[in-house]
């Protein structure tokens, strides 16, 4: 079993900035794929960044340029910093791990961009 622990998100204006945490812990190897999706209300979740064990990055077009993925292998830990934020970047955002065939989801942080 593998346990994820999520901290950050909030509120925030149009063109602020945020920043996600997420801790791995439990039984993990040390090659896995660690990320964030993200689902708004009515729409179905959906991939925001995901890094690879030996760094390779994988950012939704919406996001790029905008969110920087940062990862600690030696902690298991992985970062989100979100600049420029938008509205639609509204949503519940879940922390992943990808370990062979099987995602372990955290519970979600909310992320409100609003005026």
């Known amino acids: 079993q593998v346990q994820l622990a999520e901290s950050g998100g909030g509120v925030v204006r149009p063109g602020g900035s945020l920043r996600l945490s997420c801790a791995a812990s439990g039984s993990i190897s040390s090659i896995y794929t660690m990320g964030w999706y993200r689902q708004a209300p009515g729409k179905q979740r959906e991939l925001v960044v995901g890094i690879t064990s030996g760094g390779i990055v994988n950012y939704a077009d919406s996001v790029k340029g905008r969110f920087t993925i940062s990862r600690d292998n030696a902690q298991n830990t992985v970062s989100l910093q979100m600049n420029s934020l938008k509205s639609e970047d509204t949503a519940v955002y879940y922390c992943?791990?990808?370990?062979?065939?099987?995602?372990?989801w955290g519970q979600g942080t909310q992320v409100t961009v609003s005026s």
């Open positions: 992943y791990v990808l370990l062979g065939k099987r995602t372990y």
